[in-house]
């Protein structure tokens, strides 16, 4: 049982370090990235963000698709 007061043990640092010292490549490429990048370039960060845009507009379209049927459907119940 701890005790008021006391340090759990392990430094924060430790909280922070990679799972598995795993090393990732570039999503865009498959590069090997230094510490703390998400790319390894300007071409490869551009990749990424059209990608990202792209999936978004890919859910927003879906989800006004989805909304464009449940209103038709409401539309043919109500009709007389």
């Known amino acids: 049982m701890a ?3 006391s340090q759990p043990e392990g430094s924060p640092e430790a909280a922070r370090a990679p799972l598995g010292g795993r090393l990732l490549g570039c999503p865009a490429c ?9 790319a390894c370039s ?7 963000s059209r990608r ?7 859910a927003r379209d879906e989800e006004i698709r989805v909304l464009l049927v449940t209103a038709l459907k409401k539309l043919g119940e109500g009709a007389p």
């Open 42 to 48: 300007g071409k490869c960060r551009a990749r990424l």
């Open 30 to 38: 498959g590069k090997e990235l230094a510490d703390g990048q998400k």
């Open 3 to 5: 005790m008021l007061g």
């Open 52 to 58: 990202r845009r792209t999936d978004a507009l890919r």
